[in-house]
């Protein structure tokens, strides 16, 4: 198991979990709070998203999901397993939070207090829109292999 996220400070987590060749990322965390966390989120997470298996996701606060839309974009084109619930906030909170980063872009360019000209988001609402279909919802407390293809995982637990 290694820490990309939620180290240092209690926001971005992200665990990337490896065993038998399969490589699960628990949670997907937006960094938030001071610019110097927020910056964490443009920085290389410290894994090739193409090469994870799978996504679980423990709930739907944005510390622990918001840079889901930016890990697709990024490549990743495995399943993300989360409660009824979870998905169910995440068609609000996603769309919103990738609204939020273009605006926030916009509003940096038209006040031009922004390094980068121009300043973009870090992901968009149609960003996060499409990430959404990657969700595959589990029953609470139900068992469920995340990666049937990998020899000797297990089965893992859903909890929240």
């Not at 709930?59 to 697709?72: E, Q, V």
């Amino acid at each position: 198991m290694t820490f990309h996220g939620a180290t240092d400070t209690v926001t971005g987590s992200r665990y990337l979990v490896e065993r038998d060749g399969a490589r699960i990322l628990v949670d997907c965390g937006l960094f938030q709070g001071p610019k110097k966390l927020r910056l964490r989120n443009w920085e290389n997470p410290g894994f090739d998203a193409a090469t994870l298996d799978a996504v679980i996701l423990t709930h739907a606060h944005i510390d622990h999901t918001g840079y889901l839309p930016k890990l697709c974009k990024a490549g990743f084109r495995g399943r993300v397993f989360c409660t009824h619930g979870t998905r169910d906030l995440l068609k609000i909170l996603l769309p919103d939070s990738g609204h939020l980063q273009e605006e926030e872009a916009r509003q940096a360019n038209r006040h031009a207090y922004s390094r980068h000209r121009p300043a973009l988001p870090l992901y968009t609402r149609a960003d996060a829109e499409a990430g959404l279909e990657q969700l595959s919802p589990v029953p609470y407390c139900e068992t469920f292999a995340p990666n049937a293809t990998a020899p000797g995982l297990g089965d893992t637990e859903v909890l929240e």
